[in-house]
């Protein structure tokens, strides 16, 4: 899983570190091309990735190229006539429309394919699954009825438009009609399965990111700025197989052990700044020497992404405890401006812990 060619709709190099956007917009990412990863007994379905956007850009950028030269030979063969050019110029509206419209459940179908391996991967923890399974027939029908009225349309629209252009003069089979039909079912094509992830993509990067950066710039120093990266997340968890822990994204990522004198019941832990990302997860993955340990790591960083989707940095919760509820002690030293480096990091870790362990055996006295 090693090799996976992934974009992120976040630029890092030009946003500020203690920038996350808000859980809206993290749902609308659900929108973009995902894709299936598996290795062995560990997969994942697809979260916080974006898959093949250059494809889908060619796609879309050479479709309309299409629609266009379609446009002008038909406008062309009319005798530049204006009906027949609104005609076209509507029909491509509602093209658009249509590739929308196949598009608009992806997100529910995405959120409901992470929802359902979360709950198979915790079974075992009683995880209820009601809320998934209650709501997705209703979604799917709708899904399937809105996919089928979209496709139907989009054929008819194709047929159409070739049959317009052949039934305008001189009405021959020539290399011209043979164009015209190539490009309007490459269009089709397209609007099938390239155009709406396209437009997810870079609505969600011009403008969903965009938007909340502005609002983040704009409350920068106020504390109920929901943009605000506070601190570290922090998810802990128990394994039952030794892990191999490591920093990735440039210390923005943690996978640590954690003291049994501090807490017997949970040994190792997430900590993680701003969203874990698939690639991020999948190096933390790729980094494990047994298959075990693989899926453990797989299990518990597809749980910690599925809370930071739907969680705003700056909910009212209780910063000083792990996300999974332990009693683990708290710990909130100064967050820094950006990520700390390796070093750093165990240093200051190193510090806490004999800081509590001090405290715990003045205790005992």
């Given amino acids: ?76 063969a009319s ?27 992806e997100g529910d179908k995405t959120l409901y394919e992470n929802e359902l391996h979360k709950f198979e991967n915790n079974k075992e923890s009683g995880l209820n699954s009601w809320d998934i399974d209650s709501r997705m027939p209703k979604k799917k029908t709708k899904w399937k009825v809105l996919k089928f009225l979209a496709i139907l349309l989009l054929s008819v629209l194709a047929v159409g438009k070739i049959l317009l252009f052949y039934y305008l003069p001189p009405q021959q089979i020539d290399g011209i009609t043979i164009g015209i039909c190539l490009s309007y079912l490459y269009v089709a094509y397209v609007h099938f399965y390239h155009t709406g992830y396209f437009l997810s993509e ?82 933390f993955i790729d980094a494990q020497e047994t298959a075990g340990a693989a899926s453990e790591v797989s299990k518990y960083g597809h749980n910690l992404q599925m ?11 209780d910063k000083s405890r792990p996300s999974s509820g332990t009693n683990l002690p708290p710990a909130n030293p100064p967050v820094p401006d950006k990520p700390e480096d390796t070093n750093k990091l165990s240093t200051r870790v190193n510090a806490d812990i004999k800081n509590l362990e001090d405290n715990f055996n003045t205790n005992e006295e």
């Avoid at 005609?87 to 590739?99: E, K, P, T």
């Avoid at 809370?307 to 919760?317: A, F, G, S, V």
Wanted: proline fraction near 3%.
């Fill in 1 to 76: 899983m090693s090799d996976l060619k992934r974009s992120s709709p976040f630029d890092k190099s030009k946003m500020n570190n203690r920038f996350e956007p808000s859980s809206d917009t993290k749902i609308k990412w659900l929108l973009t091309r995902k894709k299936r990863y598996g290795k062995g007994s560990v997969s994942l379905p697809g979260l916080f990735t974006t898959e093949k956007y250059n494809s889908d850009t060619l796609f879309f950028v050479t479709a309309i190229i299409a629609e266009i030269f379609g446009l002008y030979v038909i406008w062309q």
């Fill in 79 to 105: 005798g530049f006539s204006r009906v027949f050019i609104w005609l076209v110029v509507g029909a491509f509206v509602v093209d658009l429309a249509c590739a929308i419209a196949l598009h608009w459940f």
């Fill in 202 to 283: 870079v609505m969600l990067r011009v403008f969903f990111i965009n938007s909340d950066y502005r609002k983040f710039n704009k409350l920068k120093n106020k504390s109920e700025n929901k943009y605000f990266i506070p601190e570290y997340r922090r998810y802990v968890f128990s394994s039952d197989v030794n892990l191999i822990e490591l920093s990735v994204d440039n210390g923005r990522h943690h996978l640590e052990a954690i003291d049994p004198k501090l807490n017997s019941n949970n040994n190792y832990q997430f900590r993680t700044w701003g969203i874990l990302t698939d690639q991020d997860l999948v190096t």
């Fill in 307 to 317: 809370e930071i989707l739907m969680r705003d940095t700056q909910k009212k919760t």
